[in-house]
């Protein structure tokens, strides 16, 4: 086994930091070579990954791989290798996965990544990491736990893109820490978060509202992506009401802990919208479909008992007590054998690793129709002019 993961590192190594200019040149299609500096940012960051001093690992060069295929070719249309092609398989699914990603945002996202495992690659990880880089989280490493808080308390903590991009790099972080262990979100003040910020819908950019609910879309399937393939315990504290997106995000959690004032709340058919973060699988299968789509379909507000009681919660604290008793808990799985845990994350998740990243993307693609919409259009103008 050990010998085919080397096999897997080399055989997907060799494929992004080989010289392979003149094919990619031709390859690289028209809407890519209009963007000036794009192609020329990509070949700079390709041959930044070859001087990294330390081997980034299989998932980092597994998205690496399915970036580069994307930022040069485009869209993955050849057949999926054999069952017994693990290594063909594997990089298939990495670039697959991309779905319609255009060739520039995939060149964008192949040179931020190669940022972020530059940063990370330097001597003693966890002093290399800069936690002061977050401006709308608050990121603290102690004891094995990464406790990634979502900081807009004024907004209840409603997530802005800058929020998606900042705790999607908060993860991602913790994934290649060694001696992170667990990491566990958290909101700051009263409200554990209000869901997706809806002003992100306002900033409607020159080429239109087609073009705001593409990146949308984009940015939702990555961040749920980061969730469905994070490799460590990753721990929930839900320490006040939640809504949408911090809700559907619990089934991807491994453990879900909530204050007993906490609320779960899911309006997506009041917004014109429709369930994300693989709800439309993973709620049916906790809850069960009525109750589920009680909750999805007909937006039912649950209570903590009530979550707990329908498998979503993993326990429910008093309110007072809340924070210790969590910390308590989480401390002392952060002290068990890292490597088992992580391992058995992985064997749990390895499950329905595929499915999972099938169904995010099937609700991203509706996601994207919804909002364009005029019933979700007039729920978001409707939601802004409340007060006025
Ligand atoms: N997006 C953007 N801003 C949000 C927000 C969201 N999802 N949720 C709350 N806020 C902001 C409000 O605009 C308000 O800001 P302001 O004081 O500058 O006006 C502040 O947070 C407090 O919210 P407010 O509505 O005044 O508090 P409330 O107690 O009356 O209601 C909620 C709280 C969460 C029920 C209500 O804000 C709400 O329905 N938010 C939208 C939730 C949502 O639909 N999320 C998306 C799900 S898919």
Redesign the pocket.
């Known amino acids: 086994m050990a010998f085919l993961m080397k096999l897997c590192t080399r055989q997907v190594f060799s494929r992004f930091t080989e010289p392979a200019c003149l094919s990619l040149r031709l390859s690289i299609s028209s809407s890519v070579l209009m963007r000036p500096g794009s192609f020329n940012d990509l070949e700079i960051a390709k041959s930044r990954v070859s001087t990294l001093s330390n081997d980034p690992g299989n998932e980092a060069k597994l998205r690496l791989y399915g970036l580069f295929k994307q930022a040069t070719i485009g869209k993955c249309s050849s057949k999926k290798p054999g069952m017994m092609d693990f290594v063909g398989r594997a990089k298939w699914d990495a670039w697959n996965n991309l779905g319609d990603m255009t060739q520039a945002a995939a060149i964008d996202q192949y040179c931020q990544y190669v940022d972020l495992l530059t940063s990370l690659d330097t001597g003693s990880q966890s002093s290399s990491t800069d936690l002061a880089q977050y401006k709308e989280i608050v990121v603290t490493d102690n004891n094995g736990v990464r406790t990634i808080m979502l900081n807009r308390p004024?907004?209840?903590n409603?997530?802005t893109y800058q929020m998606y991009s900042e705790v999607q790099h908060a993860l991602e972080e913790a994934a290649k820490i060694d001696s992170i262990v667990v990491a566990m979100l958290t909101g700051a003040g009263n409200?554990y978060c209000?869901?997706?910020?809806?002003?992100?819908f306002t900033n409607i950019p020159p080429e239109g509202p087609q073009k705001l609910a593409a990146q949308a879309k984009e940015v939702l399937r990555e961040f749920v992506s980061c969730f469905i393939q994070f490799p460590k315990v990753l721990v929930a504290a839900v320490n006040g009401?939640a809504?949408?997106?911090s809700v559907t995000t619990l089934a991807l959690c491994d453990l879900v802990y909530a204050s007993e004032n906490a609320s779960f709340?899911?309006?997506?058919m009041?917004?014109g919208?429709s369930p994300e973060a693989c709800s439309s699988v993973l709620f049916p299968r906790i809850m069960g479909p009525a109750k589920a789509n009680e909750v999805l379909l007909g937006g039912r507000k649950l209570t903590s008992a009530e979550a707990l009681e329908r498998g979503l919660l993993t326990s429910v604290f008093p309110a007072k007590t809340f924070s210790n008793n969590v910390k308590d808990l989480v401390t002392s799985i952060a002290e068990l054998p890292p490597k088992s845990l992580m391992k058995s994350k992985q064997l749990l998740r390895n499950v329905d690793r595929d499915l999972l990243e099938k169904a995010n993307k099937d609700e991203c693609d509706l996601l994207e129709e919804r909002w364009l919409s005029d019933e979700c259009m007039q729920a978001i103008m409707a939601?802004m002019q409340?007060?006025k």
């Not at 209000?194 to 992100?200: A, P």
């Open positions: 004024a907004k209840y409603a997530i409200y209000s869901g997706n910020d809806l002003s992100n009401p809504v949408g997106i709340h899911t309006p997506f009041n917004l919208q939601f409340r007060k």
